[in-house]
């Protein structure tokens, strides 16, 4: 039993760096709302930086928890195509309108699924409100659908669908980042209990 208790707490255990991600994704669009007709260039630096220290964050997550976690892989995978992407567009800025919101699109298409499929996974150990982050992963899917579906939308229509899916991808992960520190807490209670 203390066995269990042990794995399931490693598991969850660095639940801040979703809180972390969350938190940024809502700066970010906050930003972008507020500031619709900067260049086009400068929101694809910003965004490129974004998604490269978001990846960043989530190859830690991945690397901390790789003996805790189920599908490994598919954190870490998410972690690396992160930086890949978010290093691709730092280095060529000038990309078309098109290209960058193809680019974006699939980006916010791969996250969406990632969120859809943390949901089922937080369901799976009994924490209450995940279909929340179900919806907000399947909103996310939307919205990344309509970028690539599309891609020669105006740059401010662009700009204010981005924006308010990175608004539905950062409270999808700081509603996971919750639902982990709450999973956390009654392990620790357990624990405690058992102990005591």
Known sequence: MSNLISKVSGTVKNWWVFLIIGILLILSAYWMFSTPVESFVGLASFFSALIFVSGLFSVFFALTNKDDIDN????????????????????????????????????????????????????????????????????????????????????????????????LLGIANIMLSLRLHKVKSGVKDIKEKLQG
Not at 145 to 162: C, E, Q
């Open 72 to 167: 490994f892989g598919l954190y870490l995978a998410s972690g690396i195509l992160d930086v890949i992407v978010g290093f691709i567009l730092l280095k060529y800025p000038g990309l078309t309108v098109v290209l960058f919101s193809m680019f974006i699109g699939f980006w916010l298409l791969f996250r969406g699924f990632y969120m859809i499929s943390a949901s089922f996974k937080i369901k799976k150990v009994g924490v209450g409100n995940w279909g929340w982050v179900l919806l907000f992963g399947i909103l996310v899917v939307i919205f990344a659908m309509m970028s690539i579906i599309n891609p020669l939308i105006g740059a401010a229509y662009l700009v204010y669908t981005l924006a308010f899916t990175l608004v």
